[in-house]
């Protein structure tokens, strides 16, 4: 522990105790741009404005919002140990008797408190009151919920061990710190103009992850920063990244570059991975953005020209938003009787843009196979 660099911040003794802990520096950090970071930078720059792009190109990209969100959340909380699947979240929205299973709740809180911050960001600042409520957001009913959601740590937190702070990789900053810490962390995302947007949302998810101001969530709460971060900064015209992505599938890099922006202070090299990490899933969101409606189409002109309903156009309309439909669903969005919506699903089965995937007396669950091959983690 005593290795620790001073760059991005300093070790301490905790007062009282044989233990220490990392406090990092106040923001802005300084920076060393590269030719190696300015390029990361150029390159995550170009491919998060294409895909920001397509939230103004394509004919509906509110519908594609829905299902990145719950992609993000999915690959989010699997990174803290949930199993839960894209399709699971979809179906749940879909069971007149909902699952009480504590992974699908998990996912199911951080798209509440995406979607809660993603609505507050369009007239407010991001804020500690905003954070604490999305974090409130996050933990209701699920683990960590005797935690004190929605507040500041009062009790010491360490990062890789679950019983021992003697065995933790990292303690991060103790709770008497947390308020200056974050109040210097708002002050910083809402006023300082110093750092390309990017690097900022690079340097936030760091600040944020180091501080651990909650005594759980603070993983989920970091990530779910980026996204609110790049779309108030106007770098995103629609939700439409979902970082955790990378993040997931490289989580020891991610942890690594992490405490190495620390340990070593090393801050280039977590915004070097960080950078990459955007380019890389705004290009995946772009590729699967243009998928989507480009078979949106396909679907749109074949419905058109053998059918003659306009009813079946709108069920289409709700796949892109949920791929999973019931029939009772497609009442409500016709706003029509059993069996007219029977009627439209049945074209669609017929066209092979639905299948029954599950049926349980008449309960039966249908879903769009394509939409999902295109979605899916």
Known sequence: MNNFSTRTGKLFQIPKTIFHAYEPNPLPLDINYDSSLITKLSEADQSIGKLSGIGYRLKNPHLLIAPYLKKEAVLSSKIEGTRTSLSEVFIHEKKATRSESPDIIEVI????ALEFGLKEIETKVISEKLIK?????LMKYVRGKDKDPGRYKII????????DILEAKFVPCTPESVPRLMGNFVEYLNSHKENPSLIKAGIMHYQFETIHPFRDGN???????????????????QPLLYPSGYFEKYRNEYDESLYNASYKG?????????LHAVKVQADDGLERA??????????????EK???????????E????????????ACNVLNCYYPTAKNNIDILIEKGILKEVEKRGRERLFSAPEIMDVLEV
């Not at 809180?109 to 509440?112: A, L």
């Not at 010491?156 to 019983?163: A, F, K």
């Not at 790049?230 to 770098?235: D, N, P, Q, R, T």
């Open 306 to 316: 053998e059918t003659q309903t306009t009813n079946v156009l709108r069920v289409l």
């Open 109 to 112: 809180n951080y798209i509440k």
């Open 133 to 137: 409520s999305m974090h409130a957001k």
């Open 219 to 237: 993983g989920r709460i970091g990530r779910l920063l980026i996204v609110l971060f790049l779309c108030k900064s106007g770098l995103l015209s």
């Open 290 to 303: 243009m998928k989507l409606d480009e078979y949106h189409d396909r679907c749109r002109d074949l419905l």
């Open 266 to 274: 090393d801050i280039e090299g977590w915004l070097k991975f960080f």
């Open 318 to 329: 709700q796949l892109f938003v949920n791929p999973y439909i019931t029939i009772p669903e």
């Open 156 to 163: 010491q937190n360490w990062i890789g061990s679950s019983n």
